[in-house]
């Protein structure tokens, strides 16, 4: 066990799973942080990324920083802060305020790679400095990526960003980012309104996500092919419906810096990543769109990613019919109006798209007014707008119940609150205040 582990078992009374932290690859990590935003000297944002940064390891609650909070006790250790993270605060990786001041939290294990996991933290002290930049955007999902349509034309989007970042000639790269728009349109035309919900994502973890890939690149001397290797293995991610702009993020964003150097001064008028690169390249939508769209996919692999698709949806529809009598027609505990007050972790590459409105959430843990809900396997339902959360049970709770589990999940429910039959269906039951 290095110096620093024993330091945080003598000081907190953290238990032994302490020395499992990687404590050499966290001091790795805010170094790294503090090199990129000295190197960068507010160039990328004109506004400096240099910030709190707290990482948190998720068994312990042990925090290793870069600063200090008033009135939390912290243990310096060399340039760094040791502490552990007070109950209340949920751990993820995210924006908080701790002692007055904004901060950034990321969650350990941090990845092996020094890219990869500067990458990481860069894209979360982002998500720090985003309000005062006035790009935060609502957190949108796109349900309409986990159907088989969405999928494919999304997956080829990809290969051609890919292949117009690696391309070193600009009229080749100008190509393959005009049959990236393309397949972009393609996409959209069975979904009304999927253009606002991507470009709110894009905007919302795009960008987090390209300036992460940036200050990772001038930390580690790496080049534009690490960026396109990223977008091109981001098809493979097994859910797109809270996660597709970190593929397509770095993408737009770099080929942005090739084609609209001054990009990002007008990014928080325009709003919409994609449609400026569809500008800045001078894209215009082809009438013959659906035509167009399949004969540019040939050469992205079309046959291979329909073949992939299909079988992906076979295997998708029992899947989704155990959701549907589970979460749907059977039995359910509701929970509501959770928005203002909820916390809560999650897979943002895991949700499963219910239909265009809802999601459910395969595991995951839940924090509001009313309790905890903590899900290891088999899903909730969850509208879109975290207005309701559905839980599957076998058999009507008793009012008076304060924690009850069910098949994979654990639902603690604070005083003041309880259980009561819904009448929606025979054995559900929604948590309301109790009354008084």
């Known amino acids: 066990m290095n110096r620093l582990a024993i330091a945080m078992l003598v000081t907190f009374g953290a238990p032994a799973m302490a020395q499992q ?7 790795s990590a805010l170094r790294d942080a503090h090199a990129a935003c000295t190197a960068d000297s507010s160039a990328l944002w004109a506004h400096t990324l240099c910030g709190p940064i707290a990482l948190v390891d998720r068994s312990t609650r042990l925090v290793i920083a870069n600063d200090s909070a008033a009135g939390q006790r912290f243990l310096p250790y060399d340039t760094w802060y040791v502490t552990t993270l007070p109950p209340s605060r949920f751990i993820a990786n995210t924006s908080f305020e701790w002692g007055g001041r904004g901060w950034t939290m990321v969650a350990m294990p941090l990845p092996q790679d020094r890219y990869a996991r500067t990458a990481l933290v860069m894209h979360e002290v982002f998500h720090r400095e985003q309000k005062v930049l006035g790009l935060r955007q609502a957190d949108a999902l796109n349900n309409h990526l986990d159907f088989r349509d969405g999928r494919t034309w999304l997956r080829l989007e990809h ?10 000639d600009s009229g080749v790269a100008r190509r393959h980012a005009e049959n990236a728009m393309i397949f972009r349109a393609r996409r959209r035309v069975g979904y009304p309104g ?49 996660s597709f702009a970190y593929g397509s993020g770095p ?12 990009w990002r001064a007008a990014v928080g008028t325009q709003r919409d990543p994609g449609a400026m690169l569809g500008q800045a390249i001078h894209f215009r939508q ?44 059977g039995p359910t505990i509701t929970l509501r109006q959770l928005l203002d007050s909820l916390s809560w972790g999650f897979d943002p590459t ?48 008793g009012q008076d119940t304060r924690e009850l589990s069910g098949d994979g999940w654990t639902l603690k429910l604070n005083p003041g609150w309880e259980i009561r039959p819904s009448g929606a269906k025979p054995g559900s039951s929604d948590v309301v205040r109790r009354a008084p």
């Not at 991507?198 to 001397?221: C, F, I, W």
């Open 159 to 168: 290969r051609a960003l890919a292949q117009a970042i690696l391309a070193p």
């Open 286 to 329: 082809p009438r013959n769109l659906a035509t167009m769209a399949r004969a540019r996919a040939m050469e992205y692999g079309w046959q291979d990613v329909d073949q992939e698709e299909a079988a992906r949806e076979s295997t998708r529809e029992p899947m989704m019919r155990d959701f549907r009598a589970r979460l749907a027609d």
């Open 21 to 27: 932290i990687d404590t050499a690859r966290a001091l």
């Open 194 to 242: 999927s253009d606002s919900a991507e470009a709110s994502l894009e905007m919302q973890e795009g960008l987090p996500e390209y300036t992460g890939h940036r200050m990772a690149m001038l930390v580690t001397g790496a080049g534009l092919a690490r960026v396109a290797e990223h977008v091109a293995g981001y098809e493979k991610t097994p859910s797109f419906v809270r």
């Open 350 to 397: 895991a949700l499963i798209a219910f239909d265009l409105a809802s999601v459910i959430y395969p595991f995951g843990s839940f924090s509001a007014p009313w309790g905890s809900l903590n899900v290891e396997k088999n899903g909730v339902w969850v509208r879109n707008d975290l207005s309701l959360i559905r839980i599957g049970v076998a058999t009507a709770p």
């Open 251 to 262: 993408g737009l964003g770099v080929l942005l810096d090739r084609f609209s150097p001054g």
